[in-house]
């Protein structure tokens, strides 16, 4: 599994544990609706700076979204 | 401290730790010297794919990178 397979996967869980849809979210962290939708279809690859703003709005460490699931 | 700060300080103590220039990261995972020195002065957000290729030359897990070291 890539990083950004892995990003992609955090993201989308910790987004629906947080009840929110990705145009919610996008709003909040102030990015595009289809830039959050492309992050969870790994088309893109998040730079620190979008991963701060996303994590901060879903309340989790930065570092969890790159951890591994199932590592 | 940021994100970009955060990871700065990280990639700087992995590469001192594991005994490597920021030109032999550099050659090592294919970006330019530059960009490594850039990124240690935070001037950059890196990208997941730049995280990846830095933490495989690392051997850390690339979660490692984005630990706030006093949290």
Known sequence: MTLRQTFAMNLR???QAAGLSQED?????EIDRTYVSSLERCQYAATLDIIERLAREL???PAEL???PSG
Do not use: P, T
Request: proline share 0%; glycine share 0%; net charge positive.
């Open 59 to 61: 309340n989790v460490d």
């Open 13 to 15: 869980r910790y987004r």
């Open 25 to 29: 979210l996008a709003h909040r962290a």
């Open 66 to 68: 790159l951890r591994d």
